[in-house]
Every structure is written in C-alpha cells, then in structure tokens.
C-alpha cells in the first residue's frame, strides 16, 4: 500500500493540481484568479503526461551505444513530453488570448470583480 | 498526382489564407476579403471533389510526410467526414460572402483581423473532421476554440465578458479532453484512431479506457454545448457581431457533434459504449432533457439572437439524442440533423443579422409589418427557415425529425417520440410569434411611418444572396434527403451499429 502510494505520487499531485485549478476556476471572483486557476489545471495535465512517460532505471531517449536499442524500458518514452511542447504553446496562446480579453474588460468596466461585473453590465 | 493529396488541402489553404491575409491586408485593407474568399473557394473546391471521390472509390487514407501510421499522422476521409468536410467550409464560405458588408456596418476598421480569424476559425474545424490522429484533433480543436473566443470578443459592450466565460469553459473542455486523451495514450500507447480501435477490445481490464472515455465526452460535451454544459452558448452567440455568430451557430458545435461520434463509433465500438455500458443512454436522456427546457427558455427570450441561441442548444439535443440511441436510423437522423442544422441556423443567424443591418436591433416585441416590408425576402427566408425548425414537410428539418423518431420507436422508447413531438409544439410557439409579427401585426404609428419608411430597402445584394441560397438549401435538401441517405449517410454508417 505504502509502495503504492509513494510510487503514485505524482499522480496525487497531479490531482491535488486538477482539483485546485478547477476551484479557482469556477468560485474565484476575480477574473485574474480565475485565469491563474485555467493555468494551474493546464499545467497539471502536463505534469499527468510528463509523469506518465517516466520509468524507474532508465535513460534519456538517445541511444547509447552501451545499452543499444533492444529493450525499450531503458529510455524514456519522448512522446508525451513532445505532445506537451504543442500543448504548452497552446496554453500559452490561451494565456494570452484570456489576457487580452481582461484588458478590454478592465478598459469598459474599471473592474475585474465578477460581482461588481455582473451589476455595471446591467 | 496532386489529387491524393486532398485530406490536407481542405485546411491547408485556410491556415495559409490566414497568414497571407493579415500582413496583406495591414498593406492594402481591401486585399484582405477577396484573399479570404479565394481560400475558402479553393479549400471548397477540394472539400467537394474529395466527396465524390470518396463516394466513388471509399475511403482515403493520407500519411502526412509519408510517416506510416501510428508512427505518423493519419488523415482520414470516409463518407462522413467529406459529407461534414462539404457542410463545414461551405456554411463557411457564403457566411464569408456575407461578412464582407455587414462587418463593414458593425466593425468597421476591423475587417482584416476578422476575416484573417475566421479563416483559423474554419481551418481548425475542416482539420478537426479530417484527422484521424486524436492528439492532432486536440490541436485543431484549439485553433478553432481561440479563433472562436475572438470572434465573440469583438462584438458588442458585454461581448468581452461573454468571450471570456466561453474562454474558460471552452479551456476546461479541451483540457478535459486532453487528460481523456491521456489515459487512452497510457493504456493504448497509440493515439491513431484507428490503431487505438484495434488496441481497446484487446485489454484485458477496462478501468482506465472507461476514464478516458468519459474525460473525453465531458470535454467534447463542453464544445458542443451538450445540455447541463451549454451555459457558455447563449449569451456568446447573442453578444457576438451578426457575422461571428453566423459563423459560430450553424458549425461550430455541429463539429464537436462529429467529434463525438467519432470517438464512440470509431474510437470505441458501438458493442461497447452502448450495450456492455450504457453511456450512450447517458447521452440520449439528457439531450431529451436538454431538447425541453432549451425550448422553454427559447420562449422567454425577449431577443431573436439570443432566442436563436437557447434554439441552438435545443437543436443539439436532437443531434446527441440521435447519437444516444445508437441504432442506425438514429445515426441517420442524427447526421442528417448535423446538416440540416447547419444550413436552418445559418439562414436564421443570417436574417438576424439582415434585421440588425437595416435596423439597428433584434428585439423580437419592437418588430411588426414594417419588417415585411421593407424586407420582403429576408421575411420568406425566416418563414422558411423557421418552417423547417418547426418541422413541417418539405422543408429539411421534418426529414431528420423523422428519422429520429422512426430511431425511437426502433429502440423502442416512446418517450423520446413525445420529446420529439413536445419540442416541435414549443418551436411553433416561439416561431410563430416572430412570424405573427412580421406578418400580421400592423405598426404601431401608422401615422409617422411614411411612404418612405415602408418602402423597400432590401440589405445589400452580396448579404441578400447568402441568405436567399441557404433558405433554397433548406428545401432543396429536404426533397433530396432520400438521395442524401442513401448514396452517403448509409455509406458513413460504423460497423456494428
């Protein structure tokens, strides 16, 4: 059980990250708040596939002549972390959409508080 | 042959149109339109060609780079993802036509960035229906999501916030997704779609695929404005410019719509997700639910748009119900209803936004005669667009309402045949109000509208043909829904349904 868990780990942290960015998300009343929760959850995805590519013992996926290429679990899969280069363009793109559209916000209301929001858009 | 290569033309002269037309049209402002619509045309010309060859000779697998799959990217044109290809860039292409005058009205200086965006946006989803890579539909989902957000953004006072609301929970569902994706890749170790179909009846436990696939329909659910998920749709579609939510209602969602499929009948077999668990009953019960109460609030909207938007989430229903019964008459009704939907909704958007040119607001208890006439074919396009959403024969709409139901009776639930019936009722009553006002009641002033201000003033022709061709399309298309079915929606069909 114990073995279980500490060889989790990162899967807890993944989870605790999910959970944090999707409260900030939705209950957070500042718009720049719920931005940094949108964030948070898109970084612990990240985390979920980098953690996922990782084995015990093994090496870097470049072949070294010591090891050869015959038995895979001797290297990191590479996949997920390329996977996550396009995804952390996209989460930057995101970003800064999101930005953007704070700004234009700020500039027709003077606020980012959903509440005080919600009363001058009427 | 170039012609092989036709999978990765469809998007390929958007992404490209996309970044010609911006720096171009900083350069000269009027290039940016006419560059727009050359690319849409030519993406228009290969999305057409690749249905009839599709139709003649089956599917068409393309290796990008020649990589072989699951090495490679895969893309995948079958039947049904040419037949949504065609509906996706031609919707596309005559809201584009459209845009031209009306953004010149509602945006003015903003033009080329407009049209640069739209074209990303109908990049994204012509690359979403090709693809049969999952990780690559992941990234054209969000090239069409961000395109999306933009396109809400610039609309009127409160369209920011809306933009942001849809930015933050268009953001949780591709996410969601994305951690589906996950799961299925930690399990699989392929993200091919076809590769990964061979892969999942060979496991031997099926904790984690039943995870991912629930990640993953919770995250698609979110884009398609699938029932208790839909909060984002109405108030987008109502503060975005005319010609942002005429591109957004009739595709957008009708994509992700696709998109799950896919993932259910292609992905997963059908064995799977309907008979060993029942997520497609999930899915039918709540688009039921969904279909009703998006009608009501439709009948308490005081605005067309955003009477059109709670219409689209009710619309959408029928397409996740059709999906929900999983048996083929109700895949038929529920593709069938992807176009439909497309073509009714694009005419409707499309009339809102005539109305908001001539006139300035969409408030659906200002309108009255005065409507008719000054717009006389604007006026039939909504009455035909509107008979259609109703359902009544010949137009388009009756057709895939008829399949559905004929799918509820197959599967033997009656109550979905009442939801069916219940919600054309409650389209009636929130149609024929607006109808009851163009048509028949007379002004309010009668002494101050002048003969000039009954007179005919018609918006401008290139606005008025898009129209006047999608309301053609809703009965042209419901004569042909015989031909529709069986020549292309029997050929789509996923094996073991």
Same mark, same amino acid.
């Given at each position: 059980?114990?073995?279980f &868990?500490i060889g989790?780990?990162?899967?807890y &942290?993944?989870i605790a990250l999910?959970?944090i960015?999707?409260?900030g998300?939705? &209950?957070k009343?500042?718009?720049?708040?719920?931005?940094?929760?949108m964030n948070i959850?898109?970084?612990?995805?990240i985390i &979920?596939?980098v953690a996922s590519?990782?084995?015990y013992?093994?090496?870097?996926?470049?072949?070294?002549p010591?090891?050869?290429?015959?038995?895979?679990a001797?290297?990191?899969?590479p996949?997920p972390?390329t996977?996550?280069?396009?995804a952390i363009?996209v989460?930057?793109?995101t970003t800064?959409?999101?930005?953007?559209?704070?700004?234009?916000?700020?500039?027709?209301?003077?606020?980012?508080n959903?509440?005080e929001l919600?009363?001058?858009?009427? | 042959?170039?012609?092989?290569?036709?999978?990765i033309?469809?998007?390929?002269?958007?992404?490209?149109g996309a970044m010609i037309?911006?720096?171009? /049209?900083?350069?000269?402002?009027?290039?940016a339109?006419?560059?727009? @619509?050359?690319?849409?045309?030519?993406?228009?010309?290969?999305?057409v060609?690749g249905l009839i060859?599709v139709?003649?000779t *089956?599917?068409?697998?393309?290796?990008?780079g020649?990589w072989?799959?699951p090495?490679?990217?895969?893309?995948v044109?079958?039947?049904?993802?040419?037949?949504?290809?065609?509906?996706v860039?031609?919707? /596309?292409? @005559?809201?584009?036509?459209?845009s031209?005058r $009306?953004l010149q009205?509602?945006?003015?200086?903003?033009?080329v960035?407009f049209h640069?965006?739209?074209?990303?946006?109908?990049?994204?989803?012509s690359?979403?229906?090709v693809t049969g890579d999952l990780?690559n539909l992941?990234?054209f989902?969000?090239?069409? $999501?961000l395109?999306?957000?933009?396109?809400?953004a610039?609309?009127?006072?409160?369209?920011p916030?809306a933009?942001f609301r849809?930015?933050?929970?268009?953001?949780? *569902?591709?996410?969601?997704? =994305?951690?589906?994706? *996950?799961y299925l890749?930690v399990v699989?170790?392929s993200?091919?779609?076809?590769d990964?179909?061979?892969?999942?009846?060979?496991?031997?436990e099926?904790? =984690?695929v039943l995870?991912?696939l629930?990640?993953?329909i919770?995250?698609i659910?979110?884009?398609?404005?699938?029932?208790?998920?839909?909060?984002w749709?109405?108030?987008?579609?109502?503060y975005a410019p005319s010609?942002g939510?005429?591109?957004l209602?009739?595709?957008?969602?009708k994509v992700?719509?696709y998109?799950?499929?896919?993932i259910l009948?292609?992905?997963f077999?059908p064995?799977f997700?309907?008979?060993?668990f029942?997520?497609?009953?999930?899915?039918?019960?709540?688009?039921?639910? *969904?279909?009703?109460?998006a009608?009501?609030m439709a009948?308490?909207?005081?605005?067309l748009?955003?009477m059109?938007?709670?219409?689209?989430v009710?619309?959408?229903?029928?397409?996740?119900?059709?999906?929900g019964?999983?048996n083929?008459?109700?895949?038929?009704g529920?593709v069938l209803?992807?176009?439909?939907?497309a073509?009714m909704k694009?005419t @409707?958007?499309?009339?809102s936004?005539?109305?908001?040119?001539?006139l /300035?607001?969409?408030?659906i208890p200002?309108f009255?005669?005065?409507?008719?006439?000054?717009?006389?074919?604007t006026?039939?396009?909504?009455?035909v667009?509107a =008979?259609?959403?109703? /359902?009544?024969?010949?137009t388009?709409?009756?057709?895939?309402?008829?399949?559905l139901? =004929?799918?509820?009776?197959?599967?033997?639930?009656?109550?979905?045949?009442f939801?069916i019936?219940l919600s054309?009722l409650l389209n009636i009553?929130?149609?024929?109000?607006?109808?009851?006002k163009?048509?028949?009641?007379k002004?309010k002033t009668?002494s101050?509208?002048t003969v000039?201000?009954?007179?005919?003033?018609?918006?401008?022709?290139s606005?008025?043909?898009?129209?006047l061709?999608?309301a053609?399309?809703v009965?042209v298309l419901g004569?042909l829904?015989?031909?529709?079915?069986?020549?292309v929606?029997r050929l789509?069909?996923?094996?073991g349904?």
């Amino acid at each position: 059980m114990t073995d279980f &868990f500490i060889g989790h780990i990162a899967y807890y &942290f993944v989870i605790a990250l999910l959970i944090i960015g999707l409260w900030g998300m939705l &209950f957070k009343k500042n718009l720049v708040k719920k931005l940094i929760g949108m964030n948070i959850l898109q970084s612990s995805i990240i985390i &979920f596939y980098v953690a996922s590519a990782s084995k015990y013992g093994a090496t870097v996926p470049v072949i070294d002549p010591r090891l050869g290429a015959i038995n895979p679990a001797d290297y990191i899969n590479p996949l997920p972390h390329t996977l996550m280069l396009t995804a952390i363009v996209v989460s930057v793109a995101t970003t800064g959409v999101a930005l953007a559209l704070l700004i234009v916000i700020y500039k027709r209301y003077k606020t980012l508080n959903e509440d005080e929001l919600l009363e001058r858009m009427k | 042959m170039i012609f092989e290569h036709f999978p990765i033309l469809i998007p390929l002269p958007l992404l490209l149109g996309a970044m010609i037309a911006a720096p171009l /049209g900083v350069w000269k402002r009027d290039l940016a339109y006419p560059i727009a @619509l050359f690319a849409t045309g030519l993406s228009l010309f290969f999305t057409v060609s690749g249905l009839i060859f599709v139709l003649n000779t *089956g599917t068409h697998h393309y290796h990008l780079g020649s990589w072989a799959p699951p090495i490679g990217i895969e893309y995948v044109v079958d039947a049904l993802a040419a037949f949504v290809a065609v509906i996706v860039v031609g919707a /596309g292409f @005559l809201v584009m036509i459209y845009s031209h005058r $009306s953004l010149q009205r509602e945006l003015p200086n903003k033009e080329v960035p407009f049209h640069s965006v739209s074209l990303l946006f109908l990049a994204g989803l012509s690359g979403m229906v090709v693809t049969g890579d999952l990780f690559n539909l992941y990234v054209f989902l969000e090239i069409s $999501s961000l395109s999306a957000y933009a396109l809400v953004a610039v609309g009127e006072k409160r369209a920011p916030v809306a933009a942001f609301r849809y930015l933050l929970l268009g953001t949780i *569902g591709a996410s969601f997704y =994305l951690l589906g994706l *996950g799961y299925l890749y930690v399990v699989t170790g392929s993200l091919n779609m076809l590769d990964t179909a061979k892969i999942i009846p060979l496991l031997p436990e099926h904790g =984690l695929v039943l995870v991912a696939l629930t990640l993953m329909i919770v995250g698609i659910g979110l884009k398609m404005a699938m029932f208790p998920l839909h909060l984002w749709l109405p108030d987008a579609y109502t503060y975005a410019p005319s010609a942002g939510s005429a591109y957004l209602a009739p595709i957008a969602t009708k994509v992700s719509a696709y998109v799950l499929i896919r993932i259910l009948f292609t992905v997963f077999e059908p064995a799977f997700v309907r008979d060993e668990f029942s997520f497609t009953t999930v899915l039918a019960w709540l688009s039921a639910v *969904g279909i009703i109460w998006a009608s009501v609030m439709a009948i308490a909207q005081k605005d067309l748009k955003r009477m059109l938007a709670y219409s689209s989430v009710s619309q959408i229903g029928y397409i996740g119900l059709g999906i929900g019964l999983a048996n083929p008459l109700g895949f038929i009704g529920a593709v069938l209803h992807i176009m439909n939907h497309a073509v009714m909704k694009a005419t @409707l958007f499309l009339v809102s936004g005539n109305i908001f040119y001539r006139l /300035g607001f969409t408030d659906i208890p200002k309108f009255d005669d005065k409507l008719r006439k000054m717009m006389p074919f604007t006026s039939v396009a909504f009455v035909v667009a509107a =008979l259609s959403m109703i /359902g009544i024969p010949p137009t388009a709409g009756f057709f895939s309402k008829w399949y559905l139901v =004929l799918g509820s009776i197959d599967a033997g639930n009656w109550i979905f045949v009442f939801v069916i019936a219940l919600s054309s009722l409650l389209n009636i009553v929130y149609f024929f109000r607006i109808i009851e006002k163009m048509y028949i009641s007379k002004s309010k002033t009668p002494s101050e509208s002048t003969v000039e201000e009954t007179k005919m003033r018609e918006v401008p022709v290139s606005m008025l043909i898009p129209t006047l061709i999608f309301a053609v399309a809703v009965i042209v298309l419901g004569l042909l829904n015989a031909v529709i079915v069986d020549s292309v929606i029997r050929l789509a069909m996923p094996k073991g349904l």
